[in-house]
């Protein structure tokens, strides 16, 4: 079964740094999709980015930027200019070709400091 | 506005009752899923849906019993509720186009508390 393992319960960032969340996942597959999720106190899960294996290039949104390591299985979410409105848990995300199942990791909570 | 939308936002209820959660989807998604949010925030996929068809159904109590009436609802009915089922439900829906797929539009979450 596909695993996806956050190493970092928590973590903090002062405000208007650069902050790197870590995600690692197992799988045999070559077809894939990765995801980074947020979920403020309001408790609603929002999409952050979204990566597809077969792309080399890493995908940005914004402040948020992905370093994707596909032979290594690394998939780490860097969060550029943190803002108070960034803290959240950070769940990452895998999702195998052809399925449509999304496996979590355990999350990340991010503290943004003033 | 479009949206996956689950009802009710909270749920207060005693051991041994029998409760229900509604979502809907106006995106015109073909799958939608229950997860299960733990104490720890941990999420587990509990069902999916494609088109009123069951596709997924993990290592779930029988007491857990869902219904599709049609692609845009699946509900969520939880007989003889125990201490152990308060957690946080997310509905969630997804699609996938031109062999491409986007992820879950989540609903806002339903928080059940058995007492």
């Known amino acids: 079964a596909q695993t996806v393992t956050q190493s970092q319960p928590e973590m903090s960032v002062q405000e208007a740094e650069t902050v790197t969340l870590s995600c690692t996942y197992d799988?045999?597959?070559?077809?894939?999709?990765l995801f980074w999720y947020k979920q403020p106190p309001s408790r609603q899960m929002i999409l952050v980015i979204r990566?597809?294996?077969?792309?080399?290039q890493n995908a940005t949104e914004n402040r948020f930027s992905v370093n994707f390591q596909k032979a290594a299985k690394s998939f780490s979410l860097k969060i550029s200019d943190s803002q108070l409105g960034d803290a959240a848990m950070y769940f990452c995300?895998?999702?195998?070709?052809?399925?449509?199942?999304?496996?979590f990791g355990k999350g990340t909570k991010l503290t943004v400091n003033p | 506005d479009t949206a996956v939308s689950q009802t009710p936002k909270y749920l207060v209820t005693q051991m041994g009752n029998d409760k229900s959660i509604k979502c809907e989807q106006n995106?015109?998604?073909?799958?939608m899923y229950w997860y299960k949010q733990d104490s720890k925030k941990f999420l587990k996929i509990m069902f999916s849906?494609?088109?009123?068809?069951?596709?997924i159904n993990e290592t779930v109590p029988n007491r857990f019993s869902p219904k599709s009436p049609d692609k845009a609802h699946l509900n969520l009915h939880i007989n003889s509720l125990e201490l152990g089922d308060s957690a946080v439900y997310f509905c969630?829906?997804?699609?996938?186009?031109?062999?491409?797929?986007?992820?879950?539009?989540f609903g806002s979450g339903t928080r059940l508390t058995v007492v």
């Open positions: 995300a895998y999702n195998e070709g052809g399925s449509e199942k999304l496996v």
């Open positions: 995106l015109g998604h073909d799958t």
């Open positions: 990566q597809e294996a077969y792309k080399q």
């Open positions: 849906y494609n088109n009123k068809e069951l596709i």
């Open positions: 799988t045999s597959e070559s077809d894939y999709y």
């Open positions: 969630a829906s997804s699609q996938a186009a031109g062999g491409v797929w986007y992820g879950y539009t």
